[in-house]
């Protein structure tokens, strides 16, 4: 572990700090583009019940996707940079987000749905101010598993020359270096339990406390 | 496309090695979270030790548990094994979990006839909580079973086997189709196995479909 405290590799523009800022940045954009998209497709399709079989389909499809082929590929078509790592990323971050949000809001109680309409909401209205309120403990779960993925595999794309903490594997490996090697998985490792411990505070924040779970010690 | 035509005998070597990869640390992660499965399903203190322990072990990137194996077990970074044993890890973080659920919903009054009748333990766990577990179980193991043969490619990158190969190859020769060739095979391969492991699933469990 000597590698991870040596002073000098605290600082300058490859420096722990940096690629950890770096690493961070991937993984918030990458879950800000993947819930713009996946939110509303899977409230969508849950509240409207139709096309349930796609949303399952594609997301194990989309599941099964090799995320380093995604990465090499749009690096063979765009050219390197970053844009590559976020196809890569949001594409790995859809399918949880999406079937959680679709799952969660078909698990609302229908006697509640029932009743929003009965009181004389639109249709709007029920999705926005019932279904989601009500589905957020589930979309939370998909939000937060994809979240782990993200931070784990934004390592790969240090592969292609970009930055994050996946430098300090890819640079240690070539170098034989097991100390950076293995500093690099401890940090990306630590981040992630960081990253998940962030979102469990604001799914503490957002979701409603009558729909926390009754008697169980779990924050999911 | 036209790779996989013209390069058939690599585009099979390839998968059958990718195919060896990923299928035996399904079965090895498997077999060894069925007793840890049912050690958390019957024990609060188990769960609560060994459920957190697995999401940790899901933060670890798949690329540094594969650099990192050779070091801990002393082979040499080419050596099959760095892909094999961090599999297994995942696979078991992921069916323990799946595993415990599973025998936990197991309903009690199906448990309390079965002692009444004078199962013996073993007995009562291998005919029937654990087939009545299966549909849950096998839920787990064909989650377990496609991202692991997307991670096998992972191990291409310190230059291991598998469709990772033709990942890199083509990368450094800029040949996108051989990078495609890869990326179709992992799919159908994961779909073939997810396919195979709901039929598997539905003909061990008939009553699953009986008044439906």
Do not use: C
């Amino acid at each position: 572990m000597g590698w991870l405290f040596d002073p000098a590799h605290w600082s300058g523009s490859s420096g722990i700090p940096v690629r950890l800022l770096e690493h961070f940045g991937y993984t918030l954009l990458t879950m800000v583009i993947a819930a713009l998209i996946a939110i509303p497709l899977g409230a969508f399709v849950g509240h409207t019940g139709k096309g349930g079989f796609v949303i399952v389909g594609l997301s194990n499809a989309l599941r099964a996707l090799p995320t380093t082929a995604v990465l090499i590929l749009v690096v063979l078509w765009a050219g390197l940079g970053d844009f590559p790592v976020y196809v890569a990323l949001v594409l790995l971050a859809i399918p949880p987000i999406m079937a959680g949000t679709y799952a969660g809001v078909r698990a609302v109680d229908p006697v509640t749905v029932d009743a929003a309409r009965g009181v004389g909401m639109r249709e709007s209205g029920v999705l926005l101010q019932v279904e989601i309120p009500n589905a957020l403990p589930l979309i939370f779960g998909g939000f937060r598993g994809a979240a782990l993925q993200v931070v784990a595999t934004a390592t790969i794309a240090a592969y292609t020359g970009a930055g994050g903490l996946g430098r300090f594997v890819f640079d240690g490996l070539a170098l034989q270096d097991f100390g950076q090697m293995l500093a690099g998985a401890v940090l990306v490792a630590l981040l992630a339990v960081l990253v998940d411990l962030g979102f469990a505070g604001l799914q503490r924040l957002t979701v409603s406390p009558g729909l926390r779970p009754v008697g169980t010690g779990g924050n999911r | 496309m036209t790779w996989i035509f013209e390069n058939w005998e690599r585009f099979w070597e390839v998968t059958a090695v990718h195919l060896r990869l990923s299928v035996v640390p399904v079965l090895i992660g498997f077999v060894l979270a069925i007793p840890i499965g049912w050690w958390a399903s019957r024990s609060q203190t188990a769960r609560a030790i060994l459920f957190p322990f697995a999401n940790v072990l899901f933060t670890i990137p798949s690329i540094a548990l594969i650099v990192i194996t050779p070091v801990l077990i002393g082979v040499k970074i080419l050596d099959e094994i760095n892909v094999i044993v961090p599999l297994v890890v995942y696979t078991v973080a992921l069916m323990v979990r799946a595993v415990a659920d599973a025998l936990a919903a197991v309903p009690g009054n199906v448990v309390a006839a079965a002692n009444a009748m004078g199962f013996r333990p073993l007995r009562r766990f291998l005919t029937v909580d654990f087939p009545l577990a299966l549909p849950v179980t096998i839920a787990g193991l064909r989650v377990a079973t496609v991202s692991n043969i997307s991670m096998v490619s992972v191990g291409a990158l310190v230059g291991l086997g598998g469709y990772g190969q033709l990942f890199t190859e083509g990368y450094q020769t800029d040949n996108t189709d051989k990078v495609l060739a890869g990326l179709i095979g992992t799919v159908v391969l994961a779909l073939l196995a997810d396919g195979l492991l709901l039929l598997v699933g539905r003909l061990l469990t008939p009553w699953a479909r009986v008044g439906r």
